[in-house]
T-cell receptor, first 114, second 114 residues
Framework: ETGVTQTPRHLVMGMTNKKSLKCEQHLGHNAMYWYKQSAKKPLELMFV???????ENNSVPSRFSPECPNSSHLFLHLHTLQPEDSALYLC?????????????FGQGTRLTVV | EDQVTQSPEALRLQEGESSSLNCSYTVSGLRGLFWYRQDPGKGPEFLFTLYSAGEEKEKERLKATLTKKESFLHITAPKPEDSATYLC???????????????WGLGTSLAVNP
């Protein structure tokens, strides 16, 4: 496989459920990101990891918990979400965590919270 | 306040009808401007990076240009497969320590009719 792969592609969960989103990159990049994309809003950066270390957390609620076991894998653990958390969650990777180089995105996970 | 504005919000063209999309920005220190293409239900796909005013880049029917205040994405003789949302993102310097942030526009939704 090449590029950035996200699973699952679609997820429906209740507000009391716990689920995880997975991202894997095969590009040899050092930095990985989680973004949230909602209708009529610009892309929102959630978390940034560089060489497995979290370098940015943009005031994201604690019901979203990221995990980066190595520079190729990134998870987003979800628990007790709210309906307004329904969105497209995108994973991305880049060579430079400071944003100086282009990012490559996965296909995204379409999350619906019911 | 750092800001990125894309116009128009939506554009409908006939096949072969050339046009331009605009990305205007007000940031304190530009470190790069990125163009991405996003198809429905998918993650953004990187197109171009521009770093300084006067720079131009081309790829097939697309040409991106940059001035000190805005960037244009020119589409020459578009085809239906060019239909997508085109996103612009600006990397801005946020402090003297060379820390940066990426500011995204809302995108232009392009539809090319056969």
């Amino acid at each position: 496989e090449t590029g950035v792969t996200q699973t699952p592609r679609h997820l429906v969960m209740g507000m009391t459920n716990k689920k995880s989103l997975k991202c894997e990159q095969h590009l040899g990049h050092n930095a990985m990101y989680w973004y949230k994309q909602s209708a009529k809003k610009p892309l929102e950066l959630m978390f940034v990891y560089n060489f497995k270390e979290q370098t940015e957390n943009n005031s994201v609620p604690s019901r979203f918990s990221p995990e980066c076991p190595n520079s190729s894998h990134l998870f987003l653990h979800l628990h007790t979400l709210q309906p307004e958390d329904s969105a497209l969650y995108l994973c991305a990777s880049s060579q430079d965590h400071r944003g100086g180089t282009e990012a490559f995105f996965g296909q995204g996970t379409r999350l619906t919270v019911v | 306040e750092d800001q990125v504005t894309q116009s128009p919000e939506a554009l409908r063209l006939q096949e072969g009808e050339s046009s331009s999309l605009n990305c205007s920005y007000t940031v304190s220190g530009l470190r790069g401007l990125f163009w991405y293409r996003q198809d429905p239900g998918k993650g953004p796909e990187f197109l171009f990076t521009l770093y300084s005013a006067g720079e131009e880049k081309e790829k097939e029917r697309l040409k991106a240009t940059l001035t000190k205040k805005e960037s244009f994405l020119h589409i020459t003789a578009p085809k239906p497969e060019d239909s997508a949302t085109y996103l612009c993102a600006v990397q801005a310097l946020i402090d003297a320590g060379n820390n940066r942030k990426l500011i995204w526009g809302l995108g232009t939704s392009l539809a090319v009719n056969p």
